[in-house]
């Protein structure tokens, strides 16, 4: 069953607390993103990953960080220096760009970080 | 960016009904767009795309129109179901060699059966 599966559902930090969000996909894509997404709003970009040991900082990159180890893998941390963490973090992957399969980027299921 | 902060626009339709949902875009340079759907605390859902050589595509109940001389995006579902209530998104391709979206603010559609 391929795809892209983001834990945990629901997160909570308290103050001061770095927390890491989890995407791990199965789709063998080159590229990983991860948007913000607040309510009413639409998707913003916080980093982004073209290929195993690479990312570049998206819109809104402050107070967050991301490693690329595996291809299958994108966590983010969300640190203590970012002041407004309470949103919704979509995780997404595409395949590399020209290969004829399509540019859409899948997106996983979520997960909704909240401060304590 | 643009921002409606909590009251997303909202289009509100009768089951069997056709719908029009319409996306301002921002980048004239921008090449492939792309609809989505989102329902409540899920993640969205890819509907259809277009590349900006194309002025129309459809597909199941669904067709969208790109006008590149105002920039401007359509989703047209037909016979709108109960099952479409959801928040529909159109983003923006604007970096040419690498699949970078901006999306939009999104459009809430509500089908009464």
């Known amino acids: 069953d391929g795809g892209i599966t983001q834990s945990p559902k629901y997160l909570f930090r308290k103050e001061g607390q770095n927390v890491t969000l989890s995407c791990e996909q199965n789709l063998n894509h080159d590229a990983m993103y991860w948007y913000r997404q607040d309510p009413g709003q639409g998707l913003r970009l916080i980093y982004y990953?073209?290929?195993?040991?690479?990312?570049q900082k998206g819109d809104i990159a402050e107070g967050y960080s991301v490693s690329r180890e595996k291809k299958e893998s994108f966590p983010l941390t969300v640190t203590s220096a970012q002041k407004n963490p309470t949103a919704f973090y979509l995780c997404?992957?595409?395949?590399?760009?020209?290969?004829?399969?399509?540019?859409?980027?899948?997106f996983g299921s979520g997960t909704q970080l909240s401060v304590l | 960016g643009e921002s409606v902060g909590l009251h997303l626009p909202t289009l509100s339709v009768q089951e069997g009904d056709n719908s029009i949902i319409n996306c301002a875009y921002s980048n004239s340079a921008s090449d492939y767009f792309i609809w989505y759907k989102q329902e409540s605390g899920k993640g969205p859902q890819f509907i259809i795309d277009i590349r900006s050589n194309m002025d129309k595509r459809q597909g199941q109940r669904v067709t969208v129109l790109l006008n590149k001389t105002v920039k401007h995006l359509s989703l047209q579902i037909a016979a709108t179901q109960p099952g479409d209530s959801a928040v529909y998104f159109c983003a923006e391709n604007m970096d040419t060699g690498f699949q970078k979206l901006v999306f939009g603010t999104g459009t809430r559609l509500l089908v009464s059966p």
């Open positions: 997404a992957s595409s395949p590399r760009p020209g290969t004829g399969i399509g540019e859409k980027l899948f």
């Open positions: 990953s073209q290929i195993v040991n690479d990312f």
